[in-house]
């Protein structure tokens, strides 16, 4: 029997000697690796979020560390590795400890601050009119407010209205606004503001500009982003030539995490934009949160890894570096049962790792996601990479055009897949299809994470997962039946003790047709 597996040694340090960035700094001050890898706790599909998207971004000299809420993903630059460690992330403010103290806020949210030549200025967003705590009114708008230094009053800008959020389609009421980045380019304040989306919310991408010379406010909304939430924002170039970089995704009820764009690159001077994803780029993952500026580098953090890109050569693979999360254990010692789905109660095989001298193993396996098995008796099982694989054949869950699925005249976005079948979740590689972690939608309303599923258990109240993220080889693809061969097993989740690594990416050796383009003139019936 055959199975992926490393060496715990060298798994949770990896060098990243491919990196486009020039080893620089003093080794000497990059932290000591802990003596173990910190562990990876899972309770609900939620943590793959929490635990891996980056929240923030700190560099100096010697180092970048991008923070989630658990970890600090630390690259040391002198010797180009990372190094994970418990997280030190503290929230610039604590959220309210009640509901009715968190509606207050929504409407009143406090004001944030910018210095700009020894000068603060203060600057929030909110709806208006105020629908909290009682929601008895419609807002009708969303507001920047901006208090100048010296001054005690707001200048107060419209950034869109609920007329043009309906004109736009992007929903039918006026979803909560937050400012998502905040920063200081050729002396003017920018700001990133995206709205809540789902059950009808939406709102107007937006980036405001402040100009302390003119005393203006001016509003940047390209009508092709309008649908999109910005995350991130990083102003790169010349002043009279600016490039904007955002990071964006989108967000539906139950799904506060959905693909979209990816990075943008939006040129105000001609108004023109690109997107870089995970179909059409090498940037590894699907939705990027959060951005950082070095020179003429882009760090780039996803929830499914860290790239490094060249950003003025960003169209050629060369220019970019890209690392991947993956979750290791280390296999029990005793032989353990491999089921071929989640809700499977007879074992498909079992697995026993190879005797060492020393008794005890040190082969690992790589831990790809986590759900609930029995809600009422709190149980749970990992999915992890099964290398020999497993086949299913799903009746009635075929290949369709988008039009067709949806009844509609629909076109598949530049980020979806080109057709709509059952595997749409996860992207070709190369040589196979593969999902990133932040390539599973939670889908909290409806049963939770699918992935290669069925509904074919008596009251079942979710579906029967076969796989959420094992790499996927098409064997055959038609109109009513989706075969595939997915190379992942379940594991009872008492057995294993994942931990994060981060590793680079490594590219196939031969890259083969992806074998969706020759379906995607699917035409409806």
């Not at 190879?354 to 082969?363: A, C, K, L, W």
């Not at 990479?385 to 369709?400: A, C, E, F, N």
Request: proline share 9%; glycine share 6%.
């Amino acid at each position: 029997m055959k199975r992926i597996i490393s060496l715990v040694a060298i798994t949770w340090l990896i060098n990243g000697c491919n990196s486009t960035e020039q080893a620089t700094g003093d080794f000497a001050n990059c932290p000591t690796p802990p003596t173990s890898p910190p562990s990876f706790q899972v309770s609900s599909e939620h943590d793959f979020y929490n635990n891996l998207q980056s929240v923030d971004i700190l560099a100096t000299e010697d180092t970048i560390t991008f923070q989630t809420l658990k970890y600090d993903l630390i690259f040391c630059r002198p010797n180009q590795t990372w190094i994970v460690q418990p997280g030190t992330y503290q929230p610039p403010e604590p959220p309210p400890k009640d509901y009715e103290a968190a509606l207050i806020r929504l409407g009143d949210p406090p004001y944030q601050t910018l210095e700009l030549d020894g000068k603060t200025y203060q600057y929030r967003v909110l709806l208006d009119p105020n629908p909290f705590p009682d929601f008895q009114t419609e807002p009708k708008q969303v507001v920047l407010e901006l208090i100048k230094p010296e001054e005690t009053e707001p200048q107060r800008q419209t950034l869109y209205t609920l007329e043009q959020v309906k004109e736009k389609k992007t929903g039918i009421q006026l979803g909560i606004p937050s400012i998502t980045a905040s920063i200081i380019y050729n002396n003017r304040l920018y700001w990133s503001i995206s709205p809540e989306q789902g059950e009808g919310n939406g709102g107007i991408a937006t980036i405001a500009s402040y100009d302390p010379k003119t005393d203006k406010i001016k509003l940047i909304q390209p009508a092709k982003l309008a649908k999109q939430q910005i995350k991130d924002l990083v102003i790169a170039g010349e002043p009279e030539q600016p490039i904007f970089w955002m990071a964006t995704q989108m967000s539906g009820e139950g799904n506060p995490y959905l693909p979209g764009m990816g990075l943008v690159a939006y040129r105000p001077d001609t108004k023109s934009l690109k997107i870089y994803h995970h179909r059409n780029s090498p940037l590894i993952g699907s939705i990027p949160h959060q951005l950082h500026l070095d020179d003429q580098l882009l760090w780039v953090g996803t929830g499914n890894g860290l790239c490094e890109v060249k950003w003025q050569s960003i169209d050629t693979d060369q220019s970019w570096q890209c690392w991947q999360f993956s979750l290791q254990a280390k296999l029990p010692n005793e032989e353990f049962n491999l089921y071929p789905s989640l809700l499977a109660s007879t074992a498909k095989t079992t697995l026993k790792p190879s005797d060492t001298p020393q008794g005890e193993t040190e082969e690992t396996v790589e831990v790809l996601w986590w759900s609930s098995f029995d809600q009422e008796k709190d149980l749970g099982r990992y999915e992890v990479v099964y290398q020999p694989g497993l086949t299913i054949s799903l009746k009635d869950q075929g290949v369709r055009s988008w039009q067709e699925f949806y009844h509609d005249s629909r076109n598949p976005e530049d980020w979806q897949s080109p057709v709509y079948w059952i595997g749409k979740d996860w992207q070709w590689s190369g040589d196979r299809f593969i999902r990133p972690f932040d390539g599973v939608s939670l889908n909290s309303f409806g049963g939770g994470p699918t992935g290669i599923s069925t509904w074919n258990i008596p009251q079942q109240s979710r579906p029967e997962n076969y796989a959420i993220r094992g790499d996927l080889d098409l064997i055959n693809l038609t109109k009513n039946t989706t075969e595939v061969k997915y190379y992942s097993a379940w594991v009872d989740d008492n057995l294993l003790n994942p931990y994060l690594t981060i590793i680079p990416v490594q590219k196939p050796q031969q890259v083969q047709k992806n074998p969706l383009d020759s379906l995607a003139s699917v035409k409806v019936k």
